[in-house]
């Protein structure tokens, strides 16, 4: 990442400070959130495209579709908005890499790790479709490998429910990454959670191969690959590749949906069949064709792997059978095909800003109102009260219908929240079970909406236990209305929690310590002497303190078994006050004896002539207890010779 020149603050909260990366129609920065003091990612809308309201409305679909999707394979979106003109989207910063870093150049990655994470993606993707969303964008560069190795899928820009028809894209074209796109989503055909598995079929087959399956000249010209071609089988590209494992691949990129794996977790669950080395369902199938006349290779293109518009494919597949050529007939369609992608770049670039009038919205949904308006050049801005109109239904608009406006320019319309529910007590649910909360909220004496959203930190004072709701927003007591949604924070199960310290605690305190941290007291305890550690207190863990680890895991402890042996330093010819001072400092008690007079030389008065234990013997040199007694001879004149031993003690420190 590089530093950015202008540390833009977008809506007063997100400061701007590195550049991640650019894409075709969004620039992503790292950032910080100077309300939350956290590190985010700022996915930002190019200007020139903010001034479309098409796509416009593309960036927000992406906000709402991901904010809307909880899951620890999935790039939370935290927030989005528009500053000073300029959209974004604040997601979660993902440190690490994305998997097209990894592929590139070529580069393949070996046969489990490749099952590992097309697995975490299947997981994601099987999330999205049991809520009604279908990606729609599935490629390397949207999927984002972690540090701690946990996959996280991104960009849900073009992804929608499954229910409704795509009105961004100019019509004959359709919107994805031609490289990656699946046949129906070609031909601009009705599409459901079984083209995402094909365009992770895909990306698996990319990271075994070093390659796609097809790759041409144009966008145009992969798209028609997808439809009309024939899928080489990756072993021809890279022979090392497990035979299950190719299976899988080949039965994820069947032509018709109905020979695909019909859901992400039934993708998900051969994966891990063959991780663990058991029979694979997909080897015990024929779904995909393929042989002598496989599609050969064409030169690599960078236009294909852009999200962008690419116009529809038409015509039988070859499903089953290769088609017969027809020169003139590919003429004639490539020359179609040219054409059309001609006018959907037309489309996409031109601007104006002619005169519209403002339509009657009034009674249409929220999402008809807004793509009508959109179709029209006016952007929207939406807000919500309560009535008895039907609820997602357009109340009133502002300007009203009939006003001349200016495309581009932004109209108020007000959307019915339906009749105001009956108030209720948000309960509290903080430390139940995810499904104990699920089941007190939906229950018929609340009748609110759970919401799961995944945190790697606990909140403060909380323990961070795994698959319990540690927070609630609103909090319990607060009044709100049967219908509300109430999100439940759970930690994250790939989160890691740090070791607190627990030096200076009885075994009891750290064992309390340990439980409010998430962790626990581990069997094996062991004892060392500490020279700043009193008697029985915890000196040491293992693992060390600031140690991530896993919530739950067992922490070893060491405690003191008082201070350590002292090595006694000399202190021979030192005064009195000297040699005193300095085996205070090393923790010694010092008693002072009267060396015999006669002994002593006239130089020698007032300085220490021997060093020894209680027995007499010379202790220089050598190790003994904390707080040991060294008793120090001292030459006096014989004026000054004391009737008695004089004994000085220190305190342990």
């Not at 059978?321 to 095909?337: D, E, F, S, W």
């Not at 001609?342 to 949904?365: D, E, S």
């Not at 020279?531 to 293992?542: F, H, P, Q, R």
């Not at 010092?590 to 220490?608: A, E, I, K, L, Y």
Request: proline share 7%; with cysteine; aromatic share 4%.
């Amino acid at each position: 990442m590089e530093p950015v020149d202008d540390p833009r603050l977008y809506s007063g909260r997100y400061q701007v400070t590195h550049l991640i990366a650019r894409g075709g129609m969004a620039i992503v920065y790292r950032a910080q959130d100077t309300l939350l003091n956290r590190p985010v990612a700022i996915k930002t809308l190019y200007p020139e495209l903010s001034a479309d309201p098409l796509f416009v409305e593309g960036f927000r679909r992406e906000a709402q579709a991901a904010a809307n999707l909880s899951h620890p394979n999935i790039v939370p979106v935290f927030d989005w908005g528009e500053d000073q003109g300029t959209y974004f989207i604040v997601m979660e910063l993902v440190d690490g890499t994305s998997l097209a870093d990894m592929l590139r150049g070529g580069r393949t990655l070996t046969a489990s790790h490749s099952a590992s994470l097309t697995s975490q993606v299947a997981a994601a993707l099987g999330y999205a479709h049991r809520n009604g969303v279908v990606h729609r964008d599935i490629k390397p560069g949207n999927i984002l490998i972690a540090s701690d190795g946990q996959v996280k899928v991104t960009d849900f820009g073009i992804a929608q429910a499954m229910s409704v028809e795509d009105q961004i894209a100019e019509e004959g074209s359709v919107m994805g990454t031609a490289t990656y796109f699946s046949p129906e989503q070609a031909e601009g055909a009705p599409v459901d959670g079984r083209s995402d598995i094909y365009s992770l079929g895909v990306v698996l087959y990319e990271m075994l191969a070093g390659r796609p399956p097809f790759i041409g000249d144009s966008p145009v010209e992969v798209s028609s690959q997808h439809v009309h071609g024939t899928v080489p089988p990756p072993s021809e590209f890279n022979r090392t590749i497990p035979a299950d494992l190719q299976a899988i691949v080949m039965e994820a990129l069947a032509k018709s949906p109905d020979q695909r794996y019909q859901s992400a977790e039934d993708l998900r669950s051969d994966l891990t069949r063959f991780n663990e080395g058991q029979p694979v369902r997909a080897a015990q199938r024929d779904v995909a064709f393929f042989g002598r006349d496989a599609t050969r290779a064409t030169p690599r293109v960078t236009p294909g792997e852009r999200t962008q518009a690419v116009p529809m494919m038409t015509g039988p597949r070859t499903d089953v059978r290769r088609r017969r050529k027809n020169p003139t007939g590919v003429i004639a369609l490539v020359v179609i095909l040219l054409l059309a992608a001609g006018g959907v770049a037309y489309f996409l670039t031109q601007k104006t800003t002619a005169a519209v009038l403002m339509p009657n919205v009034v009674g249409k949904t929220e999402n008809a109102a807004i793509l009508q308006l959109a179709g029209k050049g006016i952007k929207t801005k939406v807000h919500q009260e309560h009535s008895s109109i039907t609820a997602g239904n357009v109340i009133s608009s502002d300007p009203k219908a009939g006003k001349t406006l200016t495309k581009g320019e932004r109209v108020n319309i007000t959307v019915s929240l339906g009749v105001q529910a009956v108030a209720v007590t948000i309960p509290d649910v903080t430390q139940m079970s995810i499904a104990k909360a699920e089941l007190e909220l939906g229950s018929t004496k609340f009748l609110l909406t759970p919401k799961v959203k995944f945190i790697n930190q606990a909140p403060a004072n909380v323990t961070p236990v795994p698959n319990v709701v540690l927070n609630q927003s609103p909090l319990a007591g607060k009044t709100g209305h049967q219908g509300d949604t109430v999100i439940l924070y759970v930690l994250n199960p790939a989160s890691q929690l740090a070791v607190p310290s627990l030096v200076d605690l009885t075994i009891g305190q750290a064992s309390a310590a340990l439980v409010n941290a998430g962790l626990s007291v581990g069997p094996t305890q062991t004892s060392a002497c500490s020279n700043t550690v009193g008697l029985d207190l915890v000196e040491a863990s293992n693992p060390a303190i600031g140690t991530l680890v896993n919530p739950g895991t067992q922490i070893d402890l060491t405690t003191s078994t008082g201070y350590c042996n002292v090595r006694v330093p000399s202190v021979l010819e030192e005064t009195q006050g000297v040699a005193t001072s300095t085996l205070h400092s090393y923790h010694l008690t010092v008693n002072v004896s009267p060396t015999d007079p006669s002994t002593c030389s006239p130089s020698q008065v007032g300085q220490v002539t021997n060093e020894t234990n209680a027995q007499g013997v010379p202790v220089i040199g050598d190790y003994v207890k904390y707080n040991a007694s060294i008793i120090i001879s001292v030459c006096y004149s014989s004026a000054e010779v004391p009737t008695t031993t004089t004994p000085t003690t220190t305190t342990s420190s």
